[in-house]
Every structure is written in structure tokens, then in C-alpha cells.
């Protein structure tokens, strides 16, 4: 039987998943949210390059691992977390709930953080 309290929990969670359509919304803005990091990738290829991914849940390559641990500690000091994946992966997974307006956002402080990066730190 499990347990009944998680299981009446999970009952409800599917419900407002089907019934708000959050599986086909974050479809759509996942497909935002890669295109922002496509754009990022072709203006600062030093850093982040092998965008890829499904929906919403993305990932990202950078140079180093210790590249990956200052992007982390990074924005996560511009309230956005994020965390490493592999040796230099990033992996981005939001909620169901991810809208738009949250991948600008993000986008705007990630590109922000880039574009410090790039003039303050040694090409890679």
C-alpha cells in the first residue's frame, strides 16, 4: 500500500499538473528558455557552448569544472540556482511551473554575468 499519505498527495499534484497543463506550458518554455541559452552561447562561446536538452531540463558545457563552480556561486549570489553536472556541465532544471517572464530573468542576469565575465577574466 505504500504510503497513503504520499499517494493521496501524488493524486492531487497530478491533478493540478493535467488540469493546468503544465507538462505542455513548460514544453513550450523550455523551448524559450534553450533558445535564450543559443543565443548566449553564440555571443560568448568562451564559456558556454553543447547547449542540449529536453523541455525545460537543459544543460550546458563550460570550459572548466572550476568554471562551473564560480558560474554556480555566481548566480546563485543573483538569486538564480543552478548546480554542476559532470566534470564541466552545467544542468538547469526548473519547475513545472517555470513561466516566460522567469526564463527572462534569468537570461538577463546570466547574460549580465557573461558579459562581466568576459571583460574582466583572461579569454579561455
Known amino acids: 500500500m505504500g ?15 493535467e488540469a493546468d497543463r503544465l507538462i505542455y506550458k513548460t514544453q513550450h518554455t523550455g523551448s524559450y528558455l534553450r533558445a535564450q541559452l543559443s543565443l548566449m552561447e553564440k555571443k560568448y562561446p568562451q564559456y558556454i557552448n553543447n547547449v542540449r536538452g529536453l523541455g525545460a531540463f537543459l544543460a550546458f558545457d563550460m570550459p572548466s569544472a572550476d568554471d562551473c563552480g564560480l558560474l554556480v556561486r555566481d548566480m546563485l549570489a543573483q538569486g538564480i540556482n ?11 532544471r526548473p519547475s513545472l511551473i517555470l513561466e516566460n517572464k522567469h526564463v527572462d530573468l534569468f537570461a538577463d542576469r546570466f547574460e549580465k554575468m557573461l558579459f562581466r565575465w568576459s571583460h574582466t577574466r583572461s579569454a579561455h
Open 3 to 17: 504510503d497513503p499519505i504520499r499517494l493521496l498527495n501524488f493524486k492531487h499534484i497530478l491533478r493540478t499538473i
Open 82 to 92: 543552478m548546480g554542476p553536472c559532470g566534470a564541466n556541465s552545467i544542468r538547469i
